[in-house]
């Protein structure tokens, strides 16, 4: 049933099909609807047997839902940027102790200075904590990307925390028609949630043991052994929601035009939507640019990358984020999953904090790479030119 | 009827798992346990070295109370609410300092969750540093006796009147030093819905530079000089507090301790002592604990 | 080897870290005067000290040597002061 409505609510009709027990959140601004959206499902009994809290801090509702997980809930929440960030100690917890949250995050920029606008400077900080993290381009593709977070996080052979990331305002706030699933599809395709094991008082098992140095190092390579797992759990989740719904939103990549291009820009995210446009008109012009769209982040589809890469002579990567001291982070990922190629690399931070990304900023930075105009390396996009001063 | 250990690395002599094997047995084991980071994690629960015959987690050092909060959500939504109680085992510093936030989110929504504080009023696991339930005077490694300070400077954090504020329908203070009282409280406890708070008193020989011979009996000085009041608060009242009949002065109870032996030679020993007396008698009026 | 997922661990696995030797002294039990009151049994920080039922059905207090850390608990808050502790024989120095 196609239904004109924000981002927001695509995702909160999904989860709410996905039938979870147990939804801890906070709320936290350009997150907070989705919650309010299941509050209010909640208030008016539509989420079944499903119980609802709002926490005293994303710290406590992550915590809740390790318990909730543990104890056998299906578990949801979501959140962004400090909210993300405070939640990052329960989080990397859940991750080692590998229970299938899933969590939606409405990236933001971090502080300071306060913004509450779009960037990936958050999820990126939870890179290297286990959890699983995809991104989404449209808002149908967030509505349809929560069953499939559920499947692949409380999959046997995975059981790893599950972040769906979608561009705060950018795709939250936006109205778009979207084909609301129905209760049969997600059903054929998501199974109830079914724990390997569970806090149970028939078996009193001891969850969250520590490790002394004799067997943490094994704990760590099983959960890499699961992240690697994942990566065909995913793919599988991918290919069974393309044939169930005839919506394919790709593998962990999409490349568009690279067999023959010489440059190919890579996006994540809303922003794609236009890197594609400014792609596909260059290609009119006859211009030899593809685009390589990254879907999966965690596990990093280095392969499929280098793939997509291996003839191209120019790489450029628009990032939403920078790691500071170095460059931009997916940059990096693309550069080592590219180690041995040896085409030029570009990597251009763009749209930071909310700052408007303009049709022909993108233009511009394709074709600077395009006909040489800017060194190799890491740039940031349009700042104006400033001086640092102390007051 | 063992619901817990043996075989747990705890010190010889530890008040921590005399209390917490008291709290099980009065659930009868029928529960599921919550632990925050600290010394009663640390000692029971090492891979495929748990202690524990009844399902636990660990997750963080400042969580137990919303990890609590979460196996009641789950188990409500799952019906498997007559499988038990849901217990948090916490030390003082998780408490009332790191993990306050999210003891008092379980509170303010009012779970159906029995939080025990194993108050041995310090961080004991990392080696004896000051936490907000460490007493008046106490040498800590984070105060230290110096010239200028004669231990920690300031009162114990006052939880009892924090949990109580919050509304909850039962709140109490124990002692191992009065074992049956514990487990009538934790059997109380259990038969009321909602939160309930219970911190008992657990001597740390180490911390406290005690014997183990002495566990029980510093526990029972606590009590007995009104430092350490063991009362019971239901829906906000004050329904029962454990008389003293003849107090103590304090100096009983911080004589035999390491944590405090510097107070009888400092300079300023004796105006903390003076002022921990007067914490005492504080206690024993507002409590009417005196016969 | 096998590790479990997440490092669950099997209830009262901690069985087999026997702490017997930790300690230097013992608790021994005068039977005779032992009441199976259970405040030690209530009060053993290690759960090992258990009353139990003789084959004379006379019930008596009886340490586990094989966990006992020796740390006196039960010795201070015997009421009828029915338990001893003892040096073990290693700890015995002898003067000459």
């Known amino acids: 049933m196609e239904k004109v409505v924000r981002g927001f609510y695509s995702i909160a009709h999904s989860v709410k099909l996905c039938k979870p027990n147990v939804i801890a959140a906070y709320p936290i601004t350009p997150q907070t609807e989705i919650v309010e959206n299941l509050a209010e499902m909640y208030a008016n009994g539509e989420l079944g047997d499903c119980e609802y809290v709002t926490a005293e801090s994303e710290f406590g509702a992550a915590s809740i839902l390790v318990g909730a997980s543990a104890a056998g809930a299906r578990t949801f929440t979501a959140t962004c940027s400090q909210g993300l960030i405070l939640m990052s100690e329960v989080l990397i917890n859940a991750a080692g102790m590998r229970l299938p949250i899933v969590l939606v995050n409405t990236n933001r920029a971090l502080s300071a200075p306060l913004s509450i606008w779009n960037d990936h400077q958050d999820s990126m900080v939870l890179r290297d904590g286990g959890l699983m993290q995809i991104h989404v381009e449209t808002n149908q593709e967030a509505h349809d990307m929560v069953p499939v977070a559920f499947k692949v996080a409380e999959d046997h052979k995975v059981m790893l925390p599950f972040m769906i990331n979608m561009d705060g305002y950018k795709l939250t706030h936006a109205y778009e028609p979207i084909d609301l699933l129905e209760q049969e599809m997600v059903d054929t395709f998501l199974p109830p949630y079914n724990p390997p094991v569970y806090m149970t008082t028939k078996d009193p098992l001891t969850f969250g043991s520590y490790a002394p140095p004799q067997y943490y190092a094994e704990f760590r390579v099983a959960l890499q052994n699961a992240m690697e797992r994942a990566r065909k759990v995913l793919e599988k989740a991918y290919k069974e929601w393309a044939e169930i719904t005839g919506r394919d939103w790709g593998g962990h990549i999409v490349a568009e035009g690279v067999e023959d291009a010489d440059l190919v820009a890579i996006s994540m995210g809303s922003l794609t939507g236009m890197v594609r446009d400014v792609i596909s008109e260059l290609r009119n012009q006859g211009k030899k640019v593809g685009l390589l769209k990254i879907r999966t982040f965690r596990p990093f589809p280095a392969k499929e990358v280098r793939g997509a890469l291996k003839d191209a002579e120019k790489i450029l990567v628009f990032e939403r984020a920078v790691s500071f001291g170095h460059g931009g982070p997916v940059g990096m990922e693309v550069k080592s999953a590219c180690f041995g190629l040896t085409p030029e690399f570009y990597s251009f931070a763009v749209g930071l904090g909310g700052r408007d990304v303009p049709r022909e900023e993108i233009v511009r930075i394709i074709s600077d790479v395009y006909y040489g105009k800017v060194d190799q390396g890491f740039h940031f996009g349009t700042v104006k030119p400033f001086e640092e001063v102390i007051v | 009827m063992n619901y817990f250990g043996p075989g747990h690395g705890a010190c010889p002599g530890c008040g921590l798992t005399i209390a917490t094997r008291n709290v099980l047995e009065a659930l009868e084991g029928k529960c599921f346990v919550a632990n925050s980071t600290g010394c009663l994690e640390i000692v029971s629960s090492q891979y495929e070295r748990s202690a524990w015959g009844v399902p636990y987690i660990h997750s963080l050092f400042e969580n137990a109370g919303a990890v609590a909060a979460g196996i009641d959500l789950a188990l409500k939504a799952l019906k498997r609410k007559g499988e038990g109680k849901v217990v948090v085992f916490a030390g003082d510093g998780a408490t009332a300092d790191i993990g306050i936030g999210t003891l008092s989110g379980m509170f303010d929504r009012n779970h159906d969750v029995i939080y025990i504080c194993l108050d041995n009023e310090a961080y004991q696991n990392t080696g004896n540093q000051q936490s907000g339930l460490t007493p008046l005077g106490s040498n800590t490694t984070t105060t230290p006796v110096g010239e200028l300070f004669p231990g920690k400077m300031g009162r114990k954090k006052d939880m009892v009147s924090i949990a109580v504020a919050h509304g909850i329908p039962y709140v109490a203070t124990a002692s191992v030093a009065f074992h049956a009282d514990l487990r009538r409280k934790v059997k109380k406890a259990a038969e009321i819905e909602g939160a309930k708070y219970i911190q008992i008193h657990s001597p740390c020989v180490t911390g406290w530079g005690i014997d183990g011979k002495q566990t029980i009996l510093s526990a029972k000085l606590a009590y007995e000089t009104a430092l350490y009041p063991i009362v019971e608060y239901e829906n906000g009242e004050l329904t029962r507090v454990r008389k003293i009949k003849e107090r103590k002065p304090v100096e009983e109870y911080l004589k035999i301790q390491r944590r405090f032996r510097h107070l009888f030679k400092h300079p300023k020993g004796k105006e903390i002592i003076s002022m921990l007396q007067k914490i005492a008698d504080e206690n024993a009026a507002k409590f009417n604990l005196d016969v | ?96």
């Open chain 3, 1 to 96: 080897m096998k590790i479990t997922l997440g490092g669950i661990s099997k209830p009262h696995s901690s069985k087999t870290m026997k702490t017997g030797d930790w300690g230097t002294e013992y608790p021994v039990v005068d039977e005779e005067k032992c009441t199976a009151c259970k405040t030690c049994e209530y009060l053993c920080p290690d759960a090992c000290i258990v009353v139990v039922e003789k084959e004379d059905e006379k019930k008596v207090a009886v340490p586990d040597y094989e966990y006992c850390k020796g740390c006196g608990v039960c010795f201070s808050v015997c009421p009828v002061d029915a338990i001893k502790m003892e040096l073990k024989d290693i700890y015995k120095l002898e003067v000459c």
